[in-house]
Every structure is written in C-alpha cells, then in structure tokens.
C-alpha cells in the first residue's frame, strides 16, 4: 500500500491532467495498492492540510481537459519561509501534513519556482517525485516540458490570423507572445507563422536593427512586417542597466508591456502605423494538443514507475529523446534558455528572420 | 460587354475574399463578357486610379483565405468633402477613374463606413452594388454580415481557453470582445463559452450588479466567473454623459481599453484579483468558418446576377431567410444595434447570465 | 414544484447537452423548484425505468461537451408497438414509468424517428416538450436544428484536407457527407469547402453529366476536381426505381457505400484515377461550434419557459429567426428536404457547381 | 551561380511547401546568385523535362499552405528501370534532363520508395540532397519526418470526436490511421486520443487479447472501447505467412480494409456493435502543424547550407535532437519501424493500453 499526494502548482498549463493521469494510470495498473490525496491550489493545500481523496474515475476523460482538477495556486520561494498570513511556519505546516498523512511521495508538478520548493521538502525528508510542466520550456534538466507546445500552436494561430489583416492593411503588426524569461516559445512560434522579425530576451535588440529590417521588407514590396515580440524582450541599451535600474525605468511607462514601447518607438522611427495584439493567458489555455497529451502521459507513467519502485527525488524529464530522471538539487534554482549561438537561430537567420541585433 | 470594378474598404474582415469569387464566379459563368478592375486598397485606389486587371484564376483558391487580396484602408467619410493630402478631391477623383475606365459597375465591400460612401458615388451617378463586410453585425438592412460568425468562432474560443486558466487559478477573468459600438458578437461569443456576465453597449451595466453577480457565483461555490465586455461597452453612469464629456472622462485613464477599467473597479471592490485579456486583431483574421464561406459566396452570387440584370444601387442583403436588394440610401448613415428586449437577450438571462443591468 | 424527466434519443449529435443545459438552467434560475430525472439510453430508459436523479452540477460544464451526458439509442418507431426482447409493451411501460414518477414532463431531443415515438406518448396522455437535434436538418416544422453547423464544419474541414491532396495528385476525390435523405449537410460543406461537383437527394445524378462536369475542368486546365456526394445521393435511373427494386440492386455491390460505386462508374469513363474518402460518424462527435452551442441554448431556455407556463405537446424550432413552439403533432411523420429549386441551389449554380442533373 | 533543381515525389503531406521554402530562403538569403528549376509532378517532371523557373515570390505565402505547388506523383523504384509508357528510358531520361540544364543539384522531397530513386541518380553522378517526408516516419537515419506530427494531430481530431458518439452510444469503435507499414502515427495518435486498445504492424494482435480486453472494459463498467487501428496492423496468425500467402488470404474479404475484418471478428466473438471510421486521405492533407513548420523550415534551411557548400549525396535529417547530413546510400531501401521494445510501448501499457498482445 502506497499512499500519494498530488499537487499542481504555479501558473496552470495544458496537460497537468494528462499528466496525473498518466501517473495514476500506472499506479492503478500495477499490482500496488494505492490512496491518492489530491492537495487544493498547489502548496497551499499542503500547507493547510486541504485535500481531496481521488479516485480512478477522477481521472477518466481529462487527457484533453485544459486546466487542473486539483487547482492551482503561486506561493513564492522567496517567501517560504516567512509566515503566512495566519502566521503559520509553511514548511513545518507542509511537514507536518506530509508526515500525519503518512504519505509515501508527494507527487508535484509545475515549473521553476516550484521546483524550488520541490527540492526544500525533499530536503526536509520528504519524498518527492516532480514533472516538469511550463509553457515557457525553461525548466533546467529537459529538453522538453509538457505546455509548451499547446502553448506553440495557440501563439502560431493568433499570428496566423494577424498575418491576413497585416496584409490586408498594410501594417506593422507586433504579437507579444508568452515565456518569462526565455525565448523558446516566441521563437517557435514566430518561425511556424513566418514572422519577419523575432525579439527574445536572449538576444537584446537594437531598435534601429529592427527599423532596418521593416524597411528593407518596405524595399523589396512588401507592405506588411510581422513583428514576434517574447514577454521578456529587451533592448541592448536595457539589458547593460541593473535590474534596479531597469526596473526604475519601466516605470515611467504608462503601458506594462514591451511591445507597446516598441510600437511607440517604431512608429516614431518610420512614421508607419504599428498595431499591437497581446493575446495573453490564452497561451496557456484549452485543451492540450496532441503532442503534448503523449508526452504528459509518458512523463507520468514513468514518474509512476519511480514511486513504484521507490525512487524518490527526482524530476522526470526527456534528454535526447529519452525519459530520464533528474535529481531534484540539480534542476532547482537553474535557468534554461535558448544559446542565442544556437542552430536554431542560425536557421532562423538564414530564412531572413531578423532578431534585430 | 461589362466593365466591372471591385474595391474593399473599412477593416478587413474574414470571407471578402469568398464573396469577392462569389461576384467573379457567377458573371465568368454567364454568357457576358466581362473585364475586372481590382482597385487597390478601397477607396485610395479608386482616387488615384490604382488598379490592376483581374482575371479568374485570381479567385482560385481563395475562398478560404482571409483578407482581402486587393488590400484595404480606410477613408472616412467624414473627410471625403475635404481635399487629399495632395490637395486632390477625392469625390471628383473618384468619378473621373470610374467614367474614364468608362466602367459598369462598382462592386464596393464594406461595412458602415463604406456604404456611406457608396451611397454619395451612387449620388453621384456611378453604378454601385455592395456587400455587407463586417465582423460586428451593425449594418442596417440585413440580418447578417459576412465575417461575423467567423469572429464569433474566434472570440468564443479565445474564452473557452481563458476558462480553463480561470478555473484551475480561481480568477476573474475579462475578456474584451470587438464589435465596435454594438453587442452581437460578445453576446454571442459569451453565450457560446458560458460566460458568466457580458456587457454589451446596448444594455449600460452598473458595477455594483457586476460585483454582485460575482459574489453571488461565490456563495454558490464557483471559484471563477468569465465576463465577456464589449469594446464598446459603458457603464450606466457614463452613458448618460455627453459624447464630449464622456471623451474627456477617457483621457484620464492611462489605459485606453474599457475592460482594464472595470477590472480595477472590480478589484477594488472585491478584493479579488482580476485578469484581462483583449485578443484584438486576431478576430478579424484567418480563414473564414464554413458558415460565412457559404454565406459570402451566396451574397456574392445573387450580386453577380444583379449586375447582370443591370439592377444598380443596392446593398445585397439577408432578410428572413432570403437574399435580398436593399437600396443603398436606406442602408447609408444607420446602424443596427441590438435591442434590450430581444429574445436572445432574455433568454441569456434566463440562462443566468448577468448584464449589469 | 415540478418533476421533469430528460431523454436523448437517436444517433447522437454536437450540442445535445448544451441544449440539455439550456432546460436545466432555465429552470434552475426560475422560483419553480424541481426535480430532475434522467432516463439513459433514450426510451429504453424509459421503458426500463432506467434514470439518475440529475442536479444543477451534472449540468456545469458541459456546454462545450459532445455526445449526450444521459446515452442515446436507437428505438425504431416501426417496432414500438412490437413487444420488446422481454415481452414488454413498450408503450405501456413508459406510460408506466412516467406516471409512477409522477412526472410533470418529458423534454425529449431527437431527430425524426424520435419525434414519431414522442407524439405517440402525447396521444397517449403524457406531458411532453421536444428539441430537434440532427446533423441532417431535416426536421419538419423548424428552419435549423443543433448538430448541423456542427457537422457542417467538420465535414467542411475534411473537404479542405483533401483539397490539398487532391491538388498535390491531380485526382478526383469523393468525400461522402452525412445528412441520411437529404442534401442540407452535403451542400452546405460542399459549397464551403469549394467542391466542384455536389450530389445530393433531392437532385438525381446523370452519371454522364457528372463525367462532362469532369471533362470540362481537365480542359479548362484544373487537374484535380472534388465531388461531394451525399451518403443518399441517388441516379436518376435508381431514382425512378421502388424503394423494394432499389433495395434489390444495392445487394449486388460489395461496397455499401454509393460514393464507391460512383468512383467505380467515374473511373471506367474517365480511365482517371478516383479516391474516396468516408469521414463517417466524426461529423456527429466532438464539441459543438459556437453558432449550436447558441443555438441550442436558446431553445433550451425556451424549452424551460414552455414547462415553466406548462405549455405541452410542443417542439421549440426556429422559423423566420424566431424560435416558436410547434405542435408535435404537426412534426411527427414529416420529412423536410431541399427544394431542387431552392435559391441555395441557383447560387450553387451560378458559381459553376455542377449537380449533374 | 547555382542552378538548382527541384522536386517532389510520392504520396504528398503537410509541410513540403514549408520544406522547400526553407531551402530557397536560405539560398536566397546567401550572397550566392541562384536559379531555381521546379520539375512538375515529382520524377515524371525529370523524366520528361518539364519544369517551369521558380522565383522567391513563389514561396511567399507557402509556408502554412498544404501540398505541393510542384505537384507531386508516384513513380514506382521496382520499375525505374523498365522502359516508360512511350519508351522511355527513365534513368537516361533523367540525367539528360539534369545535364542538359546544367544544373549544380537536385533537391528531392519525399519518403522511401523517392529515396531509392533519388540514391540511384546519385549513383549515376547526379548531385542531390534530399529531404525526409512522409507522415509515416517511416524514413531510416532520422527521428523525425516532417508530416508526421500534423497526421499525428488530423487522426488525433477524429478519434477524439469519435470518442464522444462512442461514449453516447456504448459502442466499440474503430478508427483506422495511416502509417503504412509501421505503428508511429497509430500509436501516437492513440496514446494522445486515449484509445484503448491500439494495434500496430510492428505487434502482431492476437484477437482474442483483443476481445479480452473489450470485455474487461465492460467489466468495470466503460460501456464503450476505441480501438487505433494501424492500416498496416496484422494478426500473429497472418504475420506467420508467407507475403504471398497473406495477398491470396486477403483477396477472399470483399472490404479491403483490415479494420472492417477486425470489426467482424469482435462482433462475431462479443455480439456486440462495432463501428468503423477509415478517415483516409484526409490524414496528409491541409495546413501544416506549427511543429512540422518549424521543423520542415530548419530542415529546409540547412539543405540551402549544404548546397551552397558544394556537400552532395545527403538527406538532411535529424538525430537527438541536432539536424545532420545522413549519406544517401545509408538510407535507400532501409525501413525505420517501432521496436516492440520501446520505451513508449511499454508507457502505453503502463496507462493501460492493450495491443492485443
């Protein structure tokens, strides 16, 4: 007899179901007896002791359900381990459900700051066995994290659709596509759609570059240029400040988002007419694509086969083309982003993609 | 022999194409002769005699493409008595392409705006027959416009997948849909994703029934609730403003779109955390749904024959069911808004959908 | 307070349960309590006594869901007044189970077959309110049903798949369309989908015909044409046949489906190569589009208003854009085809389709 | 200056257009001159020297379109070597054509059998650098073909709208998926569909396994089963015979489709309904998926690079996850199955996943 808590934490993506799915799949399959204890909105059920029993028929037809049945909740690292708001020890409160719950692993998935987190608790003697959900594809350890392509498709379709009224009017267009830090899913997105120009965090631009791309298009006879712009674009000039200082400097924006400076900025250069569209949380919704709904499922089976054999502490994650199992100290507290030397830019560059560097 | 001239103007929106190869398909079927004259980028070609031959396999292919393949822009009307930048008059400017192209007909694609304009070329002695453009619905004297249900789709699955985001975070969630100074399309797109409250232009919504919609889904245990929130939707108050005054009150937000609005208001009322989300543009773009490919092509058949028939100075529209010629000093400087007591608007809120009102 | 009992019955299609929904909520949000009943697997429930008590929450969530929460089969209205496996009398078992549940009210949704057995319990003395549901829109007494546009899309993205291969190959392809007797299905998807040729019902085939309409393209250059033929499309030579001789003949293919045997006939004319492809039952299965899940919606909060007012014996359909009741009697036995000289049908024409009559 | 041929040869799928995009992209982005030979309808255009100039605005648009604009045909490697219909000698006809144009290399698109072809023309001293498509993934010295992942995602679509009319109804249902002689695109699109049971070529079934687990499904109380057929799926029994053996049994069913036996079968040995969907052609045709545009323009992009480098006699391919030159003759006439051992295989069954095995 086993018994397992689950918990779903961070922002949501596509595919956390499929993926528990696939860990109870394989739990209910094999010959173990187990009790399954879905925790509410991530850590804070663990810390409140807010639980549901779960049963198999709670997992039947959510392959290709969006979202999280258990619900989900950001509870930062950087606030662990200061008291909550009713002045509870969150740690000691998650220990202290783990251990009256008599819980053999603790199932969690989510993204890089959980992770974190993840880690603490299995330094505080806790089992853990985590997968590695984000659609930004950040998560140290993996090649792949399961969200990221839904969250490809739905970003590829929103600039499908921009591209024939860019088109139609003859018009910048900037779509502000998702992924914190990193740039893999602008990337990828902008490449599947045949954006002309890319901006990514990992490459700071130079808006005279980008200037220079939309009007060599303007010279060829092109009327429109598609403009892919990561959430965590920024300039050659902002990425020497401190982040201090480049904090300080964004807040003298009325609008939170990059791209409508460089909108701002653009139109000043060309005196063209440039339209923004920031499709947002979308990216993160709806049903996972197929893709995703094999990988989730394969990553969960395996974590499943861990917990089965007892192997605890690890990340389950996928490196040159195999699951593999990551110990949790190695994935914690790392960045993975694009190399912008990667062959991936190179192709991009050779299509005539411009990244504005 | 017939000299046929095509312009779209306004916004583009999905299906001009379609209906466009409707026109073309029907009178290339015919025992006529005709020649095509594709004037580019609505009424700017026509002023300044830009064209290029059209021939069929132009339309090939191009019924499920959106667009339009002969560009867009828009001339207000407002300025249309006013000189071009170049000092030109457009009106006489116009004229002279058509008489000296010693053309038939002009086939005029457009919303509002457009037929307005239509109606002074008609005015002024030119041949015109339009096609009903536009994603909001609000042209007088049809039932239907093409691009409409196209945005729908698209507007109802940019809430379906904010819904299952909304539902694993326990979130408010706005989501701004166009439709320009009237309610089809998000009354639409919100009853067909289940929102919760949607407020629309034609019914002004009071916040504080807004905030006891939520509170009440609250009571009742649903974490979330999805308002749908036109992009011209007001607030009873503001409504009762002068045109002028309500413009000034604008100018004090930083934030141009409505729905940032009442998601402070919200939140300072509730104490919840509230998400927006504007897809924008990408509801005007992509390949027409089945629905409006059929519709466009039908509009853009029976046009065809009018031509033939030599039956100017009409919009072809949709009444009961049937196509029919509505003459264009009837649809010109109207517009079509939704009633507060339609049926559809009751019957939303006997589904328990909340207007604010 | 008022006991209502719910079936679906019949092939299942898109947005039973959103219009199941609709009933529900309507209800639900009136002073009325009620008691819900639903009986599975449409009248076998029925006859069996076969239901689960049904609450608001059944009912969350599944606006978007295919297929029917309660199970549907087929109970042919030829044999209802036959025994059943068990000797039971079929229609005394229902009266039986309706008034043992002392029931208010049946609200049942089906297509044709449905509507005879449902008019039958209204004669004999039951309390009933209908929904038309069918992909084939062949419902007497209403201008639309729920599942059509459904259907119509899928079978419409099919078309387009093929489309590209087609091209690729610079074949002919047919793609049979549902729609059982009638052409609604095919010509909707079919002219949405630009097929070049469209067989349906109501318009007899001329195999030669068909033949010239191919030959006529291969000469005008286009190497590939698509056919979209109704799965009851039928030869003007069959056509003048009995029902008994048709039957007869059909025997002696191998293939049940007409599309093989039109390909057979194509190919032996044209020595051209043809390719068939049957979609089948995915044109009923998967989540409504948004003009059903109003649509259906729509009917269901009217159908709540009817059992509200206690207004029985009525279908709620949509005429005139105008959802009206009808009375059942006036439903029942009655099939709704397309004329052969419907406008659709003219348009289709004069956009080059040929129906090869 | 380089002067570049152009082809595309057998069944045809999603991303061929993405693929040579890529390809004259990057060509055309170099700062070598280029001149650009698109030989029509695969090997035939080789043959018979036709061919028409390409230019870069060929490729604008293409990225996202299905097909071929090339055109594509099938032209058998067992009877490259027998004359052609007029005489022809296709290998000389073939090299005449590549040397009389002078031309520096010949880009090739397409799957097993084009392979051959394509390492015989470089065996005869033609330059040539090839690209793997199929949607089989069938294709030896890579992990990934382009097709695949947008079949992968079409057959997922309809199973997972079968699904729902499955579920409605209790019925076993089949759906038969593409993938010629091998289980990729069955398997992937079962795992991501979650169908029950999956039968591929490369796992003969045992049918009665099969029936086993349909009824160990009715057992717990699933009234439906899904069961992805592979159309090249086998049963041990018949896998034992000899090929000869197996067409002389086939010949005896008047379906030619495996899943229409199967379907037989179960019905014979449960008594219940069985339905069956072959989708067909559908599967390789219409807009890429944003994966296989991605994949096929990176692809695409280092053929250019290797053409402008002089390095002949390669596929481009793509091994752990880098992109790699794979000698011609390495490839030709080597089939890439599924190992019944793969690790995904047994997930698939750690989920729960029977494969009649």
Known sequence: MKRIGFLTSGGDCQALNAAMRGVVKSLLN??????????????????????RMLEGSDFSGILTRGGTILGSSRTPFKTIHEPGEDGVDKVEAM???????????????????????????????????????????????????????SAVDIATDVIDKIHTTADSHGRVFIVEVMGHKVGFLTLNAGMASGADII????????????????????????????????????????????????????????????????????????GQEVRVTVPGHMQRGGSPCPYDRVFASRLGAEAGKLILKGEYGFMVGYKNREIVKVPLEDVAGKLKSLSPDADIIKEAKMLGISFGD
Chains 1, 2, 3, 4 share one sequence.
């Not at 993840?118 to 985590?130: I, Q, S």
């Open 30 to 51: 094999s010959d173990e007896q187990v009790e399954l204890f879905g925790f509410l909105n991530g850590y804070q059920g663990l810390i409140y002791g807010n639980f």
């Open 95 to 149: 220990k202290h459900t783990y251990f009256k719950l008599n819980l053999d692993c603790l199932v969690i998935l989510g993204g890089n700051g959980t992770h974190k987190t993840a880690n603490l608790l299995r330094e505080e003697g806790l089992n853990v066995v985590t997968l590695p959900k984000t659609i930004d594809n950040d998560l140290w350890g993996t090649d792949m994290t399961f969200g990221f392509q």
């Open 199 to 270: 901006l990514i965090p990992e490459i700071p631009y130079n808006l005279d570059k980008v200037v220079k791309a939309i009007n060599k298009r303007k010279e060829k006879g092109s009327k429109f240029t598609i403009i892919a712009v990561a959430e965590g674009a920024i300039s050659k000039e902002d990425a020497k400040l401190s982040k201090k200082a480049y904090r300080k400097k964004l807040e003298r924006y009325t609008h939170p988002s990059v791209s409508y400076r460089i909108a701002e900025e653009i139109e000043k250069k060309t």
